[in-house]
Nanobody, 119 residues
Framework: QVHLVESGGGSVQAGGSLRLSCTAS????????MGWYRQTPGKQRELVAF???????NYADSMKGRGTISRDNAKNTMSLQMNSPKPEDTAVYYC?????????????WGQGTQVTVSS
């Protein structure tokens, strides 16, 4: 069983910056992809950004140009650097990782970290 733990959430002023990190209890090099999702009350969880095993990246339109996702296999950590956060970025941010073995997909989620952006 792999455990993912997010850190780096909290309160930040709009226009500032913050860095979210997701640390895995085991090696992240085995994951096919890792990503960040976020959720606000009453809404579905939405993808923010993800990074593949070959370090290919993809971002939600709302995060393009402001966010950078990266992974450090040596530290078993994935991060999201978010610049110029906006109040609408306020949400609980979740780390997710998955791998596929023998045709079966394994998904793992962190417990979430609250990000609050004030104007």
């Amino acid at each position: 069983q792999v455990h993912l733990v997010e850190s780096g959430g909290g309160s930040v002023q709009a226009g500032g910056s913050l860095r979210l990190s997701c640390t895995a209890s085991g090696s992240i090099s085995s994951f096919d992809a890792m990503g960040w999702y976020r959720q606000t009350p009453g809404k579905q969880r939405e993808l923010v950004a993800f990074i593949g095993s070959g370090d290919s990246t993809n971002y939600a339109d709302s995060m393009k140009g402001r966010g950078t996702i990266s992974r450090d296999n040596a530290k078993n950590t994935m991060s999201l650097q978010m610049n110029s956060p906006k109040p609408e970025d306020t949400a609980v941010y979740y780390c997710k990782a998955h791998f596929i073995r023998l045709g079966k997909r394994y998904d793992y989620w962190g417990q979430g970290t609250q990000v609050t952006v004030s104007s």
